[in-house]
Nanobody
Framework: VQLQASGGGLVQTGDSLRLSCGASGGTLSSSTVGWFRQAPGKERVFVSAMRSTGGHTYYADSVKGRFTISRDAAKNTVYLQMNALKPEDTAVYSC????????????????????WGQGTLVTVSS
């Protein structure tokens, strides 16, 4: 499975962006898809995930209520809608996937995912 993340850019505080994660060689609707971000000089951290079964969604506390993960099966694409962006959201955002379900307790760990796309940079200016 090859993943392609896109949609990053430079925005101001309070603005919105929508990131896309497209896939080839696999079906995202039958995969667990996660979004992670890595700020300069910091570790990669979990942002959001959607499990394959039922499409249940999960979010890091830092983005809950502002970010929404969604899936378009017809386009084989997962989105991350980011609203009310803050400077602390500045990071390289990457999408990751694993066929089937990832257990709930493992969703936030990068090692739980088998496939990764290249990152897309989101910069939020104050």
């Amino acid at each position: 499975v090859q993943l392609q993340a896109s949609g990053g850019g430079l925005v101001q505080t309070g603005d919105s962006l929508r990131l896309s994660c497209g896939a080839s060689g696999g079906t995202l609707s039958s995969s667990t898809v996660g979004w992670f971000r890595q700020a300069p000089g910091k570790e990669r951290v979990f942002v959001s995930a959607m499990r394959s079964t039922g499409g249940h969604t999960y979010y890091a506390d830092s983005v809950k209520g502002r970010f929404t993960i969604s899936r378009d099966a017809a386009k084989n694409t997962v989105y991350l809608q980011m609203n009310a962006l803050k400077p602390e959201d500045t990071a390289v955002y990457s999408c990751a996937a694993k066929r089937g379900n990832v257990i709930l307790s493992a969703l936030r760990f990068p090692d739980s995912y088998a496939y990764w796309g290249q990152g897309t940079l989101v910069t939020v200016s104050s």
